[in-house]
């Protein structure tokens, strides 16, 4: 009997670290589209998808791999690196929402996780640029970009976990 129990545990780990390692390798890949409608709703998506599969404590790390790897291949302007640590607060403000939302209801999770991403992001992106950027034209395209393109893509972010998460029956 604790062979077989063992062997569950097993299968549970190696199912765990196959989904984390898949998720993982999506987040690396997806910021190189450099298109903010194309990227951002996989990566919500993906970070939706995550806390549904992987949970809350397993998807944090995750909420830092976009912003690095969109830096890292130079898609992001010098001027936005002061922005990055907070489109990186952002995502975890996505997922801590969306994880106590979710269960009660998905759609609920997503809108208000969605809407808190798209408050914080707005606002601390606009007051950092706001600080580090003299130029009032740049200010303005990145308030921009940071403002409800980043409601819509957390949204179609969203509709695109549901599907999956329906095709692969975990909701």
């Not at 976009?66 to 952002?90: C, E, N, Q, T």
């Not at 998905?106 to 408050?119: E, T």
């Not at 606009?126 to 308030?143: E, G, H, L, M, S």
């Amino acid at each position: 009997m604790d062979n077989i129990r063992a062997l569950a545990v097993e299968k549970t780990r190696s199912n765990t670290l196959v989904s984390w390692v898949s998720i993982l390798g999506i987040a690396l890949v997806a910021p190189l589209f450099p298109l903010q409608q194309v990227t951002g709703p996989i990566i919500n998506a993906l970070l939706f998808i995550a806390v549904v599969i992987l949970g809350l404590k397993q998807t944090l790390p995750i909420c830092f791999i976009p912003s690095v790897m969109a830096l890292m291949a130079g898609l992001l302007l010098p001027v936005m690196i002061p922005i990055v640590p907070f489109i990186m607060l952002g995502n975890i403000v996505l997922v801590v929402t969306f994880a106590y939302f979710y269960q009660k209801n998905f759609w609920l999770g997503v809108a208000l996780a969605s809407l808190a991403k798209f408050i914080f992001i707005w606002s601390t992106t606009t007051a950092v640029a706001n600080i580090f950027i003299k130029t009032p034209t740049i200010v303005n395209k990145i308030a921009q970009l940071m403002s409800w393109p980043q409601l819509l893509t957390a949204l179609g972010g969203g509709v695109l976990a549901y599907a999956f998460l329906k095709f692969i029956k975990r909701i």
